[in-house]
């Protein structure tokens, strides 16, 4: 990627889940905000509690339209006039609940927040808000700032992956969810690492992982942290000038 100023070093700060703060070339974007200690059956075990508002967003990204993702408080309290870059056609429906600048975005189409293009990629999730909710199809996001990152949101394993292979410098990747197991549509440690060896980046985050758990014990995975370090193992195996930097909620790094 060549030689980065101090200026322009890119900050990740993990809030947990698919809550990311990147703070890239001056510009603060926000993934996925989930600021709450419980969302639905859902509770925060990351230690804690609920997370406070970041004092500056200049717009929130959002993948898809699950509950765990798109947290209408959560939103509401950090995007109620902050741009809110969604997928199509999410825009009427997030605009009906208080967000009043929506940008929908499909796959391949792009919004500029303060000078940085912001990219929608494509994703393997499941479209539709449950039980009886709208349905917009699920994306990633490419921002391209002097260091490029890629957002993942909440996705399966693809081949298209492959076509960001050396155009990025952070990877975020979802490595597991909230429960024992997984559905179809999401990334385990194995695929996430597959998915770092794909695209290539100089440096991979897992995210979406040891945040939230069912309020019920026996839903809950045995050692919450096990998905992380897997992955971290699994990638130094597949793709190892991959660094790997495993975060705890609430962490942060600078690139």
Do not use: K
């Not at 765990?68 to 999410?90: C, F, G, K």
């Not at 349905?135 to 992956?161: K, N």
């Amino acid at each position: 990627m060549g030689h980065v100023s101090v200026r322009d070093r890119t900050a990740v700060t993990w809030l947990g889940h698919a809550t990311v703060l990147l703070e890239v070339d001056g510009v603060a974007l926000l993934t996925d905000p989930v600021l709450r200690d419980r969302v639905g059956p859902l509770v925060r075990i990351a230690p804690g509690g609920g997370v406070d508002p970041p004092a500056h967003v200049d717009a929130v990204l959002l993948s898809h339209l699950h509950a765990d993702h798109a947290d209408l408080p959560s939103l509401r309290a950090i995007a109620r006039e902050n741009p809110v870059l969604a997928p199509h056609p999410a825009g009427s429906w997030l605009a009906r609940r208080g967000l009043h600048d929506v940008r929908e975005l499909r796959v391949g189409s792009e919004a500029i927040i303060g000078g940085i293009r912001v990219t929608a990629t494509p994703a393997r999730h499941d479209p539709g808000r449950r039980p009886f909710g709208p349905r917009a199809e699920p994306v990633g996001y490419l921002i391209a700032a002097s260091q490029p990152v890629y957002f993942a949101g909440d996705t399966d394993l693809f081949d298209a992956m492959a076509e960001l292979r050396d155009s990025v410098a952070v990877a975020l990747l979802p490595v597991w969810g909230w429960g024992p197991r997984l559905g179809p549509g999401h990334l385990d440690p194995e695929r996430a690492a597959r998915a770092a060896a794909m695209i290539a980046p100089e440096v991979a985050i897992p995210i979406h992982w040891g945040t939230f758990a069912p309020v019920w014990p026996g839903g809950r995975l045995a050692d919450p942290a096990r998905p992380a370090r897997e992955f971290e193992r699994l990638t130094n195996r597949y793709a190892p000038s991959v660094e790997v930097r495993v975060l705890a909620p609430g962490g942060r790094t600078v690139i």
